[in-house]
Nanobody, 115 residues
Framework: QVQFVESGGGLVQPGGSLRLSCAAS????????MGWYRQAPGKQRELVAD???????SYPDSVKGRFTISRDNAKNTVYLQMNSLRTEDTAVYYC?????????WGQGTQVTVSS
């Protein structure tokens, strides 16, 4: 059974930082590109960071220079370090493979950026 369990979200002030974690199971983690996605109220889910199985990362312009994705294949875990957070980063954050395994989304972790 494929499962993704996200954690680490919370309430943070603009300019603050958070580190998200996602534990994966049911897949041979090291073989898959992994992504972090987010969905804000009323908006479509979007990819905010991904990392190939070889460790190459990519980001959209909206988060480039502020977010850093990393992975620990020994722990089947992917991380997202988020710095210089903005109110527009408020969303539920999810991890999944890239492209995502539809139907296997986790519960996500809420990130709220507010003063």
């Amino acid at each position: 059974q494929v499962q993704f369990v996200e954690s680490g979200g919370g309430l943070v002030q603009p300019g603050g930082s958070l580190r998200l974690s996602c534990a994966a199971s049911g897949i041979i983690f090291s073989r898959y590109p992994m992504g972090w996605y987010r969905q804000a109220p009323g908006k479509q889910r979007e990819l905010v960071a991904d990392m190939t199985s070889g460790g190459r990362a990519s980001y959209p312009d909206s988060v480039k220079g502020r977010f850093t994705i990393s992975r620990d294949n020994a722990k089947n875990t992917v991380y997202l370090q988020m710095n210089s957070l903005r109110t527009e980063d408020t969303a539920v954050y999810y991890c999944n493979t890239d492209p995502p395994r539809i139907g296997y989304w986790g519960q996500g972790t809420q990130v709220t950026v507010s003063s």
